[in-house]
């Protein structure tokens, strides 16, 4: 099932006499508003902490984003194909608890990460079999593998956790490439601009866009829409395989309930970077700059030594803000 | 006729086969006192699952209802220990009226701003919790706090069952009428099955979709003292991911994702479905870890089912009449 509702009949398209010029549409977009808010945010923080413009304060912040933001790409690319994942928190403890059991049998780092990476893997295909083959709505599917997934860890681990992982797969979620650039940082760079030219610059992703705008017409233009679901499915589950590999790594430990909540950031950073949730339309440089706002922004609010679940209310806040603010305004110059 | 066409049917079946296997090996889980532990353990997840009902028939989704649960039951018992004189009539009034409030934020965000009901659940969800941090700063209100009679109330027992049971009852019945024989009932039903034709009868599917919001939050506020009261302790992660347990119910009893599907007897049945299980998983020894990992399967079994249900051969005609318009 897309998220679209069927019962939004979109309006007749209004064609322009005169088409805006690119600088000027550019001005305009989303993401320029996202990149000005994201600057305004920044100067805030840099008045509102003395700690706050400081290079390893700084490098530090980017931990706020970069593990969510590997899910966001895959997830910002599921969505605009018109389906969601929710279990991707559930996928991320379902790997880690993988891994700590491939660690307690005595596999080294390398054995480490693939293991997290393959048992992200079969989760994503695990959903999108489920979704493309049987024909389930998404949203349910993946509810019922949020529920499934983090149950598996709990049956594992019950109230316990694994700790001492290996010294060198401390790397991957507190190493540094150079400097303060950290090797997250390194891969979410990576990952943005392949996400990037995937989406915005290949067959695949003209076929995504296809597909979330109509998969009807997608279908009959001859896309293999189950088959690219199917794939953005996969991707999923192997992003969050990778997040899982960093978090674990950084964490030093593996809980139950390990990125609990988690899945709520990823999907709020998508639509934060302009992603409709109804599908279609969406980019990933929006994407990478909602998630550097919302690093800065949890960052700063920690600075501030605001409690965690009082962040939680301007992520809520955010999310719901990010759609409400525009409808508001097209409401009010309606009528 | 195929029974799988009766999700009632296949659930009492399926729930009777669970009782007897149980009752194979352990003949006291199914002794009369038992079941109605049982009936009364599950009460807070029937009524929840009554109320998203109404949400998923309107092709919406309610996944804050457990933070607004908590949220209700932070505040009614806050107010228990500022004022624990207050007759706990006007507790419960009030702690409905909370939840109906919440719920409204919920279905106008929907309604008015046409907002996909996911987003709007998935961000009021965290915000009702964050809330419950900054009204009770983080802290427990612990069972002394509380009145005994704030505490006692879920507890007497009428008829041999307990007030949680009989308001329990008295809400699947309450339903059960709103649902088959009222305007309101009949629009819910009419606004998800088809929106467009529903708007061609003059049923407002917007405020449609807001009134099932309105009546999941008051559900969810008065399941909210019930809860507080019950457990007498009150915290801010409460009843956290209970959502998924109240949307499990919901698929379990053969509510239709896509809207229009449904019925009260399936919601309670498949709450009860869960309930039973909650209850004999220590009962035959299992470790009450794999629960998540039960209700998870079981999700993704009844959402099949649902599936192989739906297609049936009216179905299809639509679907082509609805892609031809």
Known sequence: ?335 | MSILKHRETLLVAVIAAMLALIASRFPGFVTPGNLAAVFTDTAPLMILALGQMAVILTRCIDLSVAANLALTGMAVALLNTVAPGLPVVLTIALAIGMGALMGAINGLLVWKLDIPSIVVTLGTMTIFRGIIFLISDGQWVNAHEMSANFTGFPRIEILGLPVLAWIAIIAIAAMGLVMSRTVLGRSIFAAGSNPHAAAYTGIDVGRTQFAAFVISGALAGLTGYLWIARYAVAYVDIAGGFELDVVAACVIGGISIAGGVGTVAGAVLGALFLGVIKNALPVVDISPFWQLAISGAAILIAVAFNARAGRSKGRVILKSAEHAA
């Open chain 1, 1 to 335: 099932m897309s998220l679209a509702d069927p019962d939004m009949v979109p309006a007749p398209r209004q064609i322009p006499d005169r088409l805006a010029s690119p600088a000027a549409k550019l001005l305009k977009s989303w993401e320029s508003l996202l990149l000005l808010v994201a600057v305004a945010v920044f100067i805030l923080n840099s008045f509102a902490s003395p700690y706050f413009l400081d290079a390893w304060s700084l490098s530090d912040a980017t931990f706020n984003f970069t593990e969510k933001a590997m899910i966001a790409f895959a997830m910002a690319l599921l969505i605009i194909a018109g389906e969601i994942d929710l279990s991707v928190a559930s996928i991320i403890a379902l790997c880690s608890t993988a891994m700590g059991v491939v660690m307690q049998m005595g596999g080294g780092t390398g054995a480490l990460v693939f293991t997290g990476l393959a048992v992200g893997l079969s989760c994503g295909a695990f959903n999108g079999l489920l979704v493309t083959r049987l024909g389930l709505p998404s949203i349910v599917v993946t509810i019922g593998t949020m529920s499934l997934f983090r149950g598996i860890s709990y049956i594992v681990l019950g109230d316990g956790a694994f700790r001492g992982y290996p010294e060198g797969f401390a790397w991957f979620g507190q190493g540094y490439v150079f400097w303060v650039i950290t090797v997250e940082m390194v891969i979410f760079t990576l990952l943005a601009i392949v996400f990037g030219v995937v989406l915005h610059k290949t067959n695949f992703g003209r076929q995504v866009y296809a597909i979330g705008n109509n998969s009807t017409a997608a279908l009959f233009s001859g896309i293999r829409v189950q088959r690219v679901k199917m794939i953005l499915f996969l991707l999923t589950g192997l992003m969050s395989g990778l997040a899982a590999v960093c978090l674990t790594s950084r964490l030093g430990s593996t809980r139950p309930s390990i990125a609990s909540g988690m899945e709520l950031e990823v999907v709020t950073m998508v639509v934060l970077g302009g992603v409709s949730i109804l599908g279609g339309s969406g980019s990933i440089p929006g994407v990478v700059i909602a998630a550097i706002l919302m690093g800065l922004v949890t960052f700063g609010l920690g600075l501030l030594n605001v409690p965690g679940i009082v962040m939680s209310i301007f992520i809520g806040l955010m999310l719901i803000g990010v759609i409400a603010v525009p409808r508001l305004f097209k409401m009010a110059r309606g009528k």
